[in-house]
Nanobody, 115 residues
Framework: QVHLVESGGGLVQPGGSLRLSCVVS????????LGWYRQAPGKQRESIAR???????IYADSVKGRFTISRDNAKKTVYLQMNSLKPEDTAVYYC?????????WGQGTQVTVSS
């Protein structure tokens, strides 16, 4: 079965950078649509980035130009490079795998952007 484990979150100052990783176990990683979403207190879940099996990427306007999603099929890992972080980026970040039956996501990793 598919299992995802996020890592790389933490506390960072505004303007800083952070790289999140998500290791995906099980299944056929190279065929998956993968992505990241986040949820902050008082806000609805926001899909921020996705990468398709062919490498095409899509970003939410809120992170476009600052975040980069990538995948390493050999390592079965999806990354989210976050630059120029803002306090409003503070949230729990989750990676997900899109499957026919629905998305599967990990437990999340906390990102806090604060001075």
């Amino acid at each position: 079965q598919v299992h995802l484990v996020e890592s790389g979150g933490g506390l960072v100052q505004p303007g800083g950078s952070l790289r999140l990783s998500c290791v995906v176990s099980g299944g056929l990683f190279s065929t998956y649509q993968l992505g990241w979403y986040r949820q902050a207190p008082g806000k609805q879940r926001e899909s921020i980035a996705r990468v398709y099996a062919d490498g095409m990427t899509i970003y939410a306007d809120s992170v476009k130009g600052r975040f980069t999603i990538s995948r390493d099929n050999a390592k079965k890992t999806v990354y989210l490079q976050m630059n120029s972080l803002k306090p409003e980026d503070t949230a729990v970040y989750y990676c997900y795998v899109a499957l026919f039956a629905g998305n599967i996501w990990g437990q999340g990793t906390q990102v806090t952007v604060s001075s």
